[in-house]
């Protein structure tokens, strides 16, 4: 069975400091990993993915994450906030059980506001 | 633009209606996902089609729910009987490998 822990529900950050969010998965095989985001009344939209290639992974929007297998996480870091990141966000582990299946299992979310 | 899209975007229905919702994938990908997300709360897994052959349902999806996908294009999921614990957003995706791309969910309101 997979499933993930994001770390703290909130999150306060000034504009220009560091955002980091972080998420610890439990997986009985070798996972995919993921960062969302969602904007308000909106869908999600993926940041950055793991799939077993280079364990630093950049994404959109200056977001980046490192798999860190011995610790069995995957936290979500970007140098400087913008305003703009304020939104919520989502750790995801999906399972390679089969070719077919790659449903994802969500963390419950870590909503980010940025202080002028 | 040529995104994940759902139909309606949100929905007010009474108890013991039923309330079919509507989403269209990626043309091109052929599998497709349903999730539930309550407020608060991350997305929950409900199931998946590979093009028209629905291939896991969760336990979270009661005898109340069905989904279909003709023809593996556009997929509904029907509510049937609705209950105020039904309330939550109603996302879909679509994905050909290990990515999925979601829509801007349908949110269902029962009174």
């Not at chain 1, 009985?28 to 939209?45: E, I, T």
């Not at chain 1, 799939?51 to 995957?74: D, H, R």
């Not at chain 2, 997305?43 to 093009?51: D, R």
């Not at chain 2, 629905?54 to 509510?79: H, M, N, V, Y």
């Amino acid at each position: 069975a997979q499933s993930v822990t994001q770390l703290g529900s909130h999150v306060s950050v000034s504009e220009g400091a560091l955002v980091l969010l972080r998420c610890n998965y439990s997986s009985s095989v070798p996972p995919y990993l993921f960062w969302y985001v969602q904007y308000p009344n909106q869908g999600l939209q993926l940041l950055l993915k793991y799939t077993s290639a280079a364990t630093l992974v950049k994404g959109i929007n200056g977001f980046e994450a490192e798999f860190k297998k011995s610790e069995t996480s995957f936290h979500l870091t970007k140098p400087s906030a913008h305003m703009s990141d304020a939104a919520e966000y989502f750790c995801a582990v999906s399972e390679r059980r089969s070719s077919n299946d790659y449903k994802l299992s969500f963390g419950a979310g870590t909503t980010v506001t940025v202080r002028a | 633009d040529t995104g994940v899209s759902q139909d309606p975007r949100h929905k007010i229905t009474k108890r013991g209606q039923n309330v079919t919702f509507r989403c269209d994938p990626i043309s091109e990908h052929n599998r497709l996902y349903w999730y539930r997300q309550t407020l608060g709360q991350g997305p929950e897994f409900l199931t998946y089609f590979q093009n028209e052959a629905q291939l896991e349902k969760s336990r979270l999806l009661s005898d109340r729910f069905s989904a279909e996908r003709p023809k593996g294009s556009f997929s509904t999921l029907e509510i049937q009987r609705t209950e105020q614990g039904d309330s939550a957003m109603y996302l879909c995706a679509s994905g050909t490998g290990n990515e999925q791309y979601f829509g801007p969910g349908t949110r269902l309101t029962v009174t």
